[in-house]
């Protein structure tokens, strides 16, 4: 099989999704395009970090098609060359729609960016293991920060320089974004179900169990946003009421993200609510809707593990 066969089969397993989940093919690709564009405008009418939040939903939307077992499986099942392609074509293909909605409010460089990162985060994947410990306030329960932090503390190093770049160059814009980038870095340790034996564990309730994993997971995210909010907040102290927000929406977003895990639990999170998270970055008030959603689904899937 080519990557033309692979992407002939891809559209046949959304259609096919579609038409089980959602609705006809013909009607859900203009429904969720008109979806799509509404909720971008809305978002670049409300709020002027809109192309950063951009850019950080199209690392969101992306960051399923990077998983270690999916691209293991392709690697088995595709020539090297191939593999290459169909990555590459994937991340692309993802970031048209942003791309599309950045040219035609004049962000260039924004989509540029998304461009550039599509090509680029096909070809690198983060490191399974490291020669040496790398220390972390977090302990092993839950595991998610522990493991997460470790495989993306560079990226959480990068947050931090930009957060004192910001700051040299009096540009308050980037430093929120490097607040917003280390919150959803956060959120999505908590994307990824583990076993089931991870969850069988607690002696909880449902419903006690993800209050839990929100309530530890909130302040790991704290933790790690404590620097960033620390020099923001002395610099930019006028401001502060900027910070509160991108807090809210931060952690506001990660409750979202850990509910809708568990929501398909032991599954992973599939198109459909891959798609309610995307549209909760875009549009942030959906989350008022989402959060209940996800939890009234989460409690019965956990409810056969969690007796």
Not at 79 to 84: G, H, L, R, S, V
Not at 143 to 152: A, H, I, P, T
Not at 181 to 209: G, R, T
Not at 229 to 246: D, E, P
Request: glycine share 4%.
């Amino acid at each position: 099989m080519g990557i033309k066969e692979y992407f002939k089969l891809q559209h046949r397993l959304i259609n096919r999704h579609l038409r089980e989940k959602w609705l006809p093919p013909a009607v859900s690709y203009p429904l969720f395009a008109t979806a799509f564009w509404g909720f971008s405008l809305y978002l670049f009418h409300k709020t002027d970090f809109a192309e950063y939040i951009y850019v950080l939903a199209y690392l969101f939307s992306i960051s399923q098609l990077s998983g270690k077992r999916r691209n293991d499986f392709l690697k088995i099942c595709f020539k090297y060359k191939d593999y290459k392609g169909i990555r590459v074509l994937e991340n692309l293909a993802a970031a048209l729609p942003f791309i599309a909605v950045l040219l035609y409010k004049l962000c260039f460089i924004s989509a540029a960016i998304v461009f550039v990162l599509g090509a680029v985060l096909s070809n690198v994947s983060a490191p399974e293991k490291f020669s040496i410990v790398i220390p972390t306030p977090f302990s092993k329960r839950p595991y998610e920060f522990l493991v997460g932090f470790r495989n993306s503390f560079y990226i959480i190093a990068i947050a931090y320089i930009l957060t004192i770049i910001a700051v040299r160059v009096d540009n308050f814009a980037l430093g929120a974004f490097s607040l917003l980038l280390v919150l959803l870095i956060a959120a999505s340790y908590s994307a990824q179900p583990e076993n089931s034996y991870y969850v069988w564990q607690f002696a909880m309730s449902p419903a006690h169990f993800l209050f839990y994993k929100i309530k530890t997971s909130l302040w790991y995210s704290f933790l790690l946003c404590y620097p960033v909010f620390l020099i923001l907040s002395v610099f930019y102290f006028r401001r502060a009421g900027v910070l509160l927000v991108v807090f809210i929406f931060g952690f506001a977003f990660l409750s979202t993200v850990i509910l809708a895990k568990y929501s398909t639990y032991p599954a992973e999170i599939g198109l459909e609510t891959g798609l309610i998270l995307c549209f909760c970055l875009i549009s942030p008030v959906l989350m008022l809707i989402a959060i209940p959603y996800f939890f009234q689904k989460s409690r019965k899937k956990l409810s056969i593990i969690l007796k």
